[in-house]
């Protein structure tokens, strides 16, 4: 690749990154089963398929550009509606994009999208239960400022009504 293609990837990416956070409500009702793609779905054990319930609540650290700091988000309905910077960085960062922190729905989207379009990384991890625990991006191995990395942790299901 061209040092010339490097901001385009750059934008791809960003672009790409925004439009999935921003159209979250699409993505949140489709179910997130792992698997396909060039890491198999890789767990450390089988596959199980997860379908994304209609409230819970999780602890997301991102490393990315539009995105960088650790929240604890709640999601209803397939919605995010609430989403609390744990620090100082984060909590700056929440009011900057409000709306813009993803449910785990829409992260299994963007790996979905990066899959599809070629991405040179698109990689997760997944729990026993099936819902996904990592999830590494890297449009182009040769860009920089394109990578991501989302860390899920804390995921607790809201009960049944």
């Known amino acids: 690749m061209t040092v010339a293609a490097r901001p385009r990837t750059r934008a791809v990416f960003v672009a790409a990154l925004i439009a999935v956070l921003s159209s979250s409500v699409a993505a949140c009702g489709s179910s997130g089963a792992p698997g396909g793609g060039r890491d198999g779905g890789a767990s450390g054990g089988p596959e199980v398929a997860w379908e994304e319930p209609a409230a819970y609540s999780y602890t997301l650290t991102s490393t990315t550009q539009v995105l960088a700091g ?9 919605a995010v509606t609430s989403a609390e910077g744990l620090d100082a960085d984060s ?4 009011r900057e994009l409000t709306g813009r922190v993803p449910t785990i729905g829409a992260l299994l989207e963007m790996l979905r999208t990066a899959r ?3 991405a040179d990384t698109a990689e997760a991890r997944y729990a026993a239960d099936g819902h996904p625990v990592r999830i590494t991006l890297d449009w182009s191995e040769n860009a920089i400022d394109d990578e991501a990395l989302y860390v899920i942790s804390s995921y607790r299901p809201a009960p049944q009504r």
């Open 70 to 78: 650790t929240f604890r988000v709640s999601v209803r309905d397939g």
């Open 91 to 94: 909590r700056r960062r929440t």
């Open 116 to 118: 599809s379009e070629g």
